[in-house]
């Protein structure tokens, strides 16, 4: 298969798995224990059904959508995946600059490859950033203003680290820091020989871009992930890390990793201008509600108030529907884009990136609804006992849409 045969997100998928090395595709797929979260966060789309409407003029069709005062092509965003650069060289510049030729956001991870800075200079209008808390509140404060100076435009603060997660993958595999080699990983880097040769044609391990100003001059890629590893997670973070955020960042602050409403609450209370519902793609808690369970509750606590939006689990432009009928002002997926990547550099982040437009352009037709914006309850319902219920009962009475 190659990307052209590519016709769903599960092909790219295959093809990036069929690309690397079994250690690398791991790190991508891998949860924590037993990785349910990460097949419940797909799972929660499928107690959903969409309810369609006929006879509407749905020749032509709007996908377009407005978050942190821009409108973007759809509702949906590339969410941050860290060591980009490990799967495809230069995968964070890829990942942008594919992000601006789409028109839709891209959260450049706090444990990218390469620098705010760098990728400020390709994607300027479309790249927002991640921020990681540090045990060194100075180092935060210090990429805070870095990310300022670059121009960034929305800062995304995530919460949803407190501590390392039990990453059983990558354990097996020894895919770990620091990194030891294996006959294992030798074995696997013989019979995956195109990633090996991009990989050390490129001098192997990439650097952590935004760590390397708080690494010793000369430090390696190395060195300058041990400095990562010293400074994160940050167990003794609170709520006056996120009011000090605040503080120092005039401009949009979205807090990502939120799954109770009374955390959302007082986000909101600490001047977050946004809220990403998220499990962190379900690496970090196995139990851990999913985003799309969890949203509702979110959405009615402070959806009148700022932007709620939702990261995990998408994989369809229906996914994206549902979740928009919920109350998402927007959704983000980080494994899809970094499967094109991975299968195929820009071109495979263009594939993702086409596959979810069009499945959402279907939906939205098969639904009877021209626009994403009006999208809502009534087009909705949700399993019951042993049987679906629409979510808005009164748009059962309503007139056929003209």
Known sequence: ?????????????????????????????GGCDDERGIA????????????SRYLVDVSRRDLGARVAGQTFAMPLGIAPTGNAGMFRHDADRLLAAEAAAANVPFILSGASNLSIEEVMKVAPDH????????????????????AMDAGVKVLV???DVPAHANRERNRRNGFT??????????????????????????RG?????????????????????????????????????????RRLWPRKLFVKGILHPAD???????????????????????LALSPLDAFPAIHTAVGGMV???????????????????????????????????AAGGRSGIRKALDIFANELGLVLAQIGCPRAEDLGPHFLARMQGAHFEPLDRAALAAPPPS
């Open 127 to 146: 790249t927002w950033f991640q921020l990681y808390g540090t045990r060194d509140p100075q180092i935060s404060e210090n990429i805070v203003r870095r």
């Open 1 to 29: 298969m190659n990307l052209d045969r590519a016709f769903s997100i599960a092909d790219l998928q295959r093809l990036a798995q069929k690309r690397l090395p079994r250690m690398a595709y791991d790190y991508i797929e």
């Open 307 to 341: 932007e709620v939006m939702l990261d995990g689990g998408i994989r369809r432009g229906s996914d994206i529907v549902i979740a928009r009928c919920l109350g998402a002002r927007f959704v983000f997926s980080g494994r899809p884009t970094l499967y094109g990547a």
């Open 177 to 202: 820091h620091p990194l030891k080699v294996t006959p294992s990983m030798v074995f696997q880097a013989l019979t995956h020989p195109g990633w090996t040769a991009a990989y050390f044609g490129h």
């Open 264 to 286: 959302a609450i007082r986000a909101v209370e600490s001047g977050a201008d946004g809220i990403i519902v998220s499990n962190h793609g379900g690496r970090q808690l196995d």
């Open 40 to 51: 419940e966060s797909e799972a929660a789309f499928r107690t959903y059904r969409l309810i």
């Open 205 to 245: 391990l990439p650097y952590m871009g935004n760590f390397r100003p708080y690494a010793a001059a000369n430090a390696t890629p190395s060195e300058v992930a041990d400095r990562f590893v010293e400074q994160f997670p940050a167990p003794g973070l609170t709520w006056n890390f996120l009011d000090a955020i």
């Open 157 to 159: 603060l995530s919460v």
